[in-house]
């Protein structure tokens, strides 16, 4: 898949990546960016492997997008076939790498052996049938090379989604993009997109930028840095924000100028880019943060990055090599001027990229690591839940304290606090019933709700996740496998958090009800509870050129008292520097905004001032304050509260533009089988 890289050499491959999705905000015929959104639709996964996948846990990871070797594995027969099958019911769209199944170079027509399957690239290809060939005329190769590559696709079709074209790229027969092999190559490979879309197959490019736009989806390899094969090391592009000349589009062109091409023909939509990045080398991961701040600045697609090289023949799917991000609707309309900072902000820190000489030498500086403001599933609860209870619920035996849900874009997390009067002489920990439809009249009917799916927890700190087969009053279930949970306990007072992926909640329909369990039997039993709204952070937001000559803020802190309706920021800059400090809090109305303890008037003027207005459909005000910095400032925010709002560390809080991430990671899953009990 890398520029002139033998396919062979990147078997080892995977890499899992974030789709950004796009807002209409940024499509109006204004063409300012989103200053923020409440959709978080779009936002889906995408893992490129070339293992075994029935050896893997992409079925786990509910990807939105996989990439996966063509051979017969994947084919009706074949070992991956029915993984395949599973995750396209899920919605996933797959894309099969083109192989010829026969490996002698004669098309494919599925034999029943495997292992004679060999990866088929655009380009290569190009060159053994139509270059390096004498046979016949040079219009009878290139038309025998097509019908070749045609006779591939063929084999997936009514299979996967759509096919994956490597190689698309002139440099792989030739050095000269005036070579007229390559208006041959550009007008077949037209053609070869043409019959895929005729067969009801969709098209991923990976290629020069030429060419993107015939693809669904285009990859840009090399985004910031790539691997050196030699010395067996990943080294950073120095010059990555060069604007270099070109004379073709049809040329490998790197960096800015391959943006600026990309976005000037409407083709950042569908530019997915990939960063490398190894453990080994912790410099990678600093690179691979600043890398996607300048895709997000970009407004690409998506983004990814992870380890050049991974087991070839299967096993399960790395998670945790590095974060996955959600990320909020892309930027649009970035550019890039001389000596400007383009400053992605988060809470607290910021990342700064500077172009010190444009054209020259670029700094890249993350700053700053990202924040883990998603659920982590180590049984505590360090800000990631609110209290669903409005008071502990008592049974005969046990006490329920807390109960929370945090609902992410990848999956849904639960959180459970109670204690026991006495010791259980046998049975398990918890029930978790999940009425996912919000239909009392389906699943199992008990405590008001329906219950589609249960999670059973053990003694033992496991849990499992059951689907309902019985009729609506019977207790039966099927065991649907182990999920991700962690259980603490001191004595007879029990803290418990868990998560799963197969489990789609619907805000105001799905309801929850959470059940200590004494003896096999439901004991303190909490009343139902409505499936909580995604909450969704605002995007980030490059800022104004003329902003950023002056100054680069840092907001070191952020306390909110939701009861009192106050918001407190510290926040530093340079002596002499203006800041505007900008944050969506949940009042509906904003009363007073003190600086250093000093109330200041709202409106334009001198700083220090303030504007406020209402967003988000009046629940929310966007706070602007603006600054002069002579020490560090203390910002207080009073207002009325309109509704219940994240943890404090979890709030928006944006320099001149809205700003924050949620990471998101996928939960490692265990196996064994249980029988739920009663």
């Not at 999940?434 to 405590?447: E, F, L, M, R």
């Not at 039997?521 to 709204?533: G, K, L, N, Q």
Request: hydrophobic share 35%; with cysteine.
């Amino acid at each position: 898949m890398a520029k002139k890289s033998d396919f062979i050499s990147i078997l080892f491959i995977i890499f899992i990546i974030i789709i950004m999705p796009v807002s209409a905000a940024e499509a109006s015929a204004t063409g300012k960016p989103a200053l923020y959104s409440i959709n978080t639709s779009g936002f889906h996964s995408i893992v490129i492997y070339y293992g075994w996948l029935n050896t893997s846990n992409l079925e786990n990871l509910s990807p939105g997008i996989v990439v996966v070797a063509g051979s017969e594995r994947i084919l009706p027969g074949g070992p991956d076939k029915g993984v395949i099958d599973s995750l396209l019911s899920k919605g996933a769209e797959i894309y099969a790498y083109l192989e010829d199944l026969n490996g002698d170079g004669n098309g494919g027509s599925p034999d029943g052996d495997n292992t004679d399957d060999i990866p088929v690239g655009l380009g290569s290809s190009f060159k053994s049938w139509v270059v390096d060939n004498t046979t016949g005329t040079f219009n009878q190769r290139v038309s025998d090379w097509v019908h070749y590559i045609e006779s591939l696709i063929d084999n997936y079709e009514g299979v996967v989604t759509g096919v994956f074209l490597d190689e698309c790229d002139p440099s792989y027969f030739t050095d000269n993009v005036s070579d007229p092999l390559v208006s041959n190559f550009t007008e077949a490979l037209k053609n070869i997109t043409t019959y895929a879309h005729s067969k009801g197959l969709k098209v991923f490019i990976n290629g020069v930028m030429g060419y993107a736009s015939l693809g669904d989806w285009y990859l840009w390899e090399d985004f910031l840095d790539t691997y050196n094969e030699t010395t067996g090391e990943y080294v950073l592009i120095y010059d990555f924000l060069k604007a270099s000349k070109y004379n073709s589009s049809l040329e490998w062109v790197n960096g800015y100028s391959r943006y600026l091409y990309l976005r000037d023909n409407g083709l950042l939509n569908k530019t997915i880019a990939v960063t490398f990045a190894d453990p080994v080398q912790p410099e990678t991961l600093d690179w691979a943060n600043a890398a996607y701040m300048l895709a997000r600045i970009m407004g690409l697609a998506g983004w990814g990055y992870a380890n050049y090289t991974f087991y070839s023949n299967g096993g399960p799917v790395p998670q945790g090599i590095v974060e996955a991000y959600e990320t909020g609707p892309a930027v649009s309309n970035a550019s890039f001027s001389n000596t400007s900072a383009w400053r992605v902000f988060m809470l607290p820190g910021n990342v700064t990229m500077t172009l010190s000489q444009a054209g020259t030498s670029v700094a890249l500086n993350p700053g700053w690591p990202f924040p883990t403001s998603r659920p982590v599933v180590d049984g505590a609860n360090r800000g990631e839940y609110r209290n669903s209870l409005s008071r502990p619920i008592e049974g005969s035996n046990s006490y329920l304290n807390y109960a929370g849900v945090n609902m992410t874009p990848t999956g849904t997390y639960l959180y459970a606090e109670w204690n026991y009067t006495s010791q259980a002489s046998s049975g398990g920990l918890l029930h978790i019933y999940i009425d996912s439809d919000g239909n009392v009249s389906t699943g199992y009917q008990a405590y008001g709700i329906g219950a589609d799916y249960m999670i059973e927890v053990y003694t033992d700190g496991t849990a499992h996740l059951f689907n309902y087969t019985g009729s609506g009053s019977d207790w039966s279930w099927s065991d649907l496998g182990a999920i991700e949970s962690e259980v603490t306990n001191s004595s007879l007072k029990y803290t418990g958090e868990f998560a799963t992926s197969r489990v789609r909640l619907s805000t105001n329909t799905s309801k929850l009800v959470f059940a200590v369990v004494y003896d096999w039997s439901d004991d303190a039993v909490s009343p139902s509870i409505t499936a909580p709204a995604i909450y969704v952070y605002q995007p980030t937001i490059l800022e104004d050129a003329s902003l950023l000559s002056n100054y680069t803020g840092l907001v070191s802190r952020l306390d909110l008292d939701e009861s009192q309706g106050k918001a407190v920021i510290l926040a530093e800059g340079p002596s002499g520097a203006t800041v505007n400090y900008t944050i969506i809090l949940p009042f509906d109305n904003i009363e007073e905004v003190l600086v250093n303890g000093s109330s200041i008037p709202q409106g334009a003027g001198t700083p220090p001032t303030y504007t406020a207005e209402q967003v988000l459909g009046g629940s929310y005000s966007k706070v602007t304050i603006l600054v002069t910095h002579h020490s560090p400032v203390n910002i207080t925010i009073l207002g009325s509260t309109a509704q219940p709002v994240p943890e404090p560390s979890l709030l928006p809080v944006v320099i001149a533009g809205e700003a924050l991430l949620l990471a998101v990671v996928f939960a490692m899953r265990r196996t064994s089988t249980q029988t739920p009990q009663r």
